[in-house]
Antibody, heavy 112, light 107 residues
């Protein structure tokens, strides 16, 4: 069974940094591209980053390009999202995803 | 970026009714269209992928169709547990983009 468990969220001040993790199990992690998606409170969904199975390619939404970095450690079955220069508009639930399989999400709140 | 427009934004229907939700892309997305269901307080759940393929474990009352820019999700007989918000997602080109959602309620 595919399982994705996010962690690392919390309340931070504008301008600060945070690193999210997503531990994967139930499939061969090193064979699949992985994604981060976010959903602001009571808002729609935004696909923010994609990383290929071997980290050879990474794609970002314009809203996070230059501030967020997606990475992975295939030896640890773990996906990461490093978030810098956080803004209030980054406040959202962050989900990691393998195609149609999503984790339960981790909340990030950016507020002074 | 490809814009995804869902209609209607809100839909009220009765148990047993046939329900149709629509999603229109701003350009051809070559059937790379998925449908997600999100219940209150939960993560979105994949229902349909690549226009008309039912994801594992999804009831057969859900079906999808479409091509080019216009796509449809149909629930053949609405059940109480189908109350949720439904999102479409295009995966034809990066950045992947979601529709704003259709909120489905019971009449």
């Amino acid at each position: 069974e595919v399982q994705l468990v996010e962690s690392g969220g919390g309340l931070v001040k504008p301008g600060s940094s945070l690193k999210l993790s997503c531990v994967a199990s139930g499939f061969t992690f090193s064979s699949y591209g992985m994604h981060w998606i976010r959903q602001a409170p009571k808002k729609g969904l935004e696909w923010i980053a994609l990383i290929y199975y071997d980290s050879s390619n990474k794609y970002y939404a314009d809203s996070v390009k230059g501030r967020f970095t997606i990475s992975r450690d295939n030896s640890k079955n773990t996906l990461y999202l490093e978030m810098n220069s956080l803004r209030s508009e980054d406040t959202a639930m962050y989900y990691c995803a393998l195609g149609g399989y999503w984790g339960q999400g981790v909340m990030v709140t950016v507020s002074s | 970026d490809i814009q995804m427009t869902q209609s209607p934004s809100f839909l009220s229907a009765s148990v047993g009714e046939r329900v149709t939700l629509s999603c229109r892309a701003s350009q051809n997305i070559n059937k790379y269209l998925d449908w997600y269901q999100q219940k209150l307080g939960e993560a979105p759940k994949l229902l349909i992928y690549n226009t008309n393929n039912l994801h594992t474990g999804i009831p057969s009352r859900f079906s999808g169709s479409g091509s080019g820019t216009d796509y449809t999700l149909t629930i053949s007989s609405l059940q109480p547990e189908d109350v949720a918000t439904y999102f479409c997602l295009q995966r034809n080109s990066w950045p992947y983009t979601f529709g704003a959602g259709t909120k489905l309620e019971l009449k």
